[in-house]
């Protein structure tokens, strides 16, 4: 059985935020989640700490897909939180007993969690270890590309970021905002968006 184990923390918590907040603030993400991405967890996401939480997958691309969804859900409620992924996978044969089955699994997580430790001692928010090396390391190095466009994007950028995530054009988020239309193309380059739609293409191209 494929199993992919994707945890997350924050990367950090400003000094005037509430841990509590943060905590109902991660539960409504990974509910959202979980709900958009149901067929596609063993295990749906669960806060593990106040700033932290995991799940497992079934596939590579639903796993990416889970993480570009987390991202935009944040932007689009407005939370300015970076978090630290690490995508981890590792395969279960259905031969073995349900006992090594399950103890194979929790080695799988205690790696994984030795793994969000180490990334959390860089700068970048994503790490992805695949039974693939070659396809993590691809991966890997588009996910920062992917993280540069994604952490270029300011909270007063989030309310424009949102608009054209959901599938407004630059006419159309100019209209929303009451601006002109030169001032909504111009934001749309600023911001670039065709890039990062373009990177999100690459990354799933690259499974």
Same mark, same amino acid.
């Given at each position: 059985?494929?199993?992919?184990?994707?945890?997350?923390?924050?990367? /950090?918590?400003?000094?005037?935020?509430?841990?509590?907040?943060?905590?109902?603030?991660?539960?409504?993400?990974?509910?959202?989640?979980?709900?958009?991405? @149901?067929?596609?967890?063993?295990t749906?996401?669960?806060?593990?700490?106040?700033?932290?939480?995991?799940?497992?997958?079934?596939?590579?691309?639903?796993?990416?897909?889970?993480?570009?969804?987390i991202?935009?859900?944040?932007?689009?409620?407005?939370?300015?939180?970076?978090?630290?992924?690490?995508?981890?996978?590792?395969?279960?044969?259905?031969? /073995?007993?349900?006992?090594?089955?399950?103890?194979?699994?929790?080695?799988?997580?205690?790696?994984?969690?030795?793994?969000?430790?180490?990334? @959390?001692k860089?700068?970048?928010?994503?790490?992805?270890?695949?039974?693939?090396?070659?396809?993590?390391?691809?991966?890997?190095?588009l996910?920062?590309?992917?993280?540069?466009?994604?952490?270029?994007?300011?909270?007063?950028d989030?309310?424009?970021?949102?608009?054209?995530?959901?599938?407004?054009?630059?006419?159309?988020?100019?209209?929303?905002?009451?601006?002109?239309?030169s001032?909504?193309?111009?934001?749309?380059?600023?911001?670039k968006?065709?890039?990062?739609?373009?990177?999100?293409?690459?990354?799933?191209?690259?499974?």
């Amino acid at each position: 059985m494929e199993h992919f184990i994707l945890m997350a923390e924050i990367k /950090q918590l400003g000094s005037t935020e509430n841990e509590s907040s943060v905590k109902n603030d991660l539960k409504n993400v990974t509910s959202v989640i979980n709900k958009i991405h @149901k067929n596609d967890f063993i295990t749906a996401l669960d806060l593990f700490t106040s700033t932290e939480f995991q799940g497992i997958t079934n596939s590579l691309q639903s796993s990416i897909e889970i993480i570009f969804d987390i991202e935009e859900c944040l932007i689009e409620n407005n939370l300015n939180y970076k978090l630290k992924y690490v995508l981890y996978h590792n395969s279960l044969k259905t031969t /073995q007993s349900k006992h090594s089955v399950y103890e194979r699994l929790g080695l799988s997580l205690i790696d994984a969690r030795e793994r969000l430790k180490l990334i @959390k001692k860089t700068e970048s928010r994503f790490l992805v270890a695949t039974s693939n090396e070659t396809m993590s390391l691809s991966l890997n190095n588009l996910f920062l590309i992917y993280e540069d466009y994604v952490d270029s994007w300011k909270k007063n950028d989030f309310e424009y970021v949102s608009a054209f995530l959901n599938n407004k054009n630059y006419k159309e988020v100019a209209k929303l905002f009451n601006i002109n239309i030169s001032s909504g193309w111009r934001r749309e380059k600023s911001l670039k968006l065709k890039q990062y739609y373009t990177i999100k293409e690459m990354i799933l191209s690259g499974i």
